[in-house]
């Protein structure tokens, strides 16, 4: 299994990275990685499976986190995301509000909150990654708090990952 760290030059890719100053706006699970490979993402429709070829069309890959696993563990890890994750709705509110701290920190160094004030019950947010990661059982990651950006998360997994 694979986590990807995208980017793409669709303009809400380009306003994420703008208002973080950062290099990715967007992740992903890659499973059986490949050409074929199925994958399970996040974006403005929601949470929902996707083919890596055909969104490799739209998207770049910036990092990527290779955790190793048999396929029966694969496929647990594919149970946990679909059974959790599955057509849930996108954080629009939550991913406002840390845009909008994001911004405020990176322009005037105004501190950025514990807590996601304006986070949606029931919808899906990018940091969630921590919850399935601990649930399987790969390296243990500070709680989601809804105020970590696919960058915040790829560096947190890069860091417990070696």
């Known amino acids: 299994m694979k986590i990807l760290f995208m980017k793409s030059s669709s303009p809400i890719s380009k306003l994420i990275m703008w208002a973080t100053r950062e290099d990715c706006s967007h992740m992903a699970f890659l499973f059986e990685s490949g050409l074929s490979g199925l994958m399970f993402e996040s974006n403005l429709l929601g949470t929902h499976p996707c083919f890596y070829q055909t969104e490799m069309k739209t998207h770049q890959v910036v990092h990527c986190i290779d955790w190793p696993m048999t396929p029966g563990g694969e496929d647990n890890v594919w149970d946990i995301i679909v059974n959790e994750f599955d057509g849930k709705g996108y954080n629009y509110l939550g991913a406002l509000y840390l845009?909008?701290?994001?911004?405020?920190?990176?322009?005037?160094?105004?501190?950025?909150?514990?807590?996601n004030k304006w986070a949606q019950p029931g919808t899906y947010f990018c940091d969630q990654i921590y919850d399935v990661i601990n649930k399987i059982g790969m390296d243990y990651i500070d709680v989601m708090s809804g105020m970590d950006t696919p960058h915040d998360v790829w560096l947190k997994l890069k860091d417990n990952k070696s």
């Not at 701290?101 to 909150?113: G, Y």
């Open 99 to 115: 845009g909008w701290r994001k911004w405020l920190f990176t322009r005037f160094k105004i501190a950025i909150p514990a807590k």
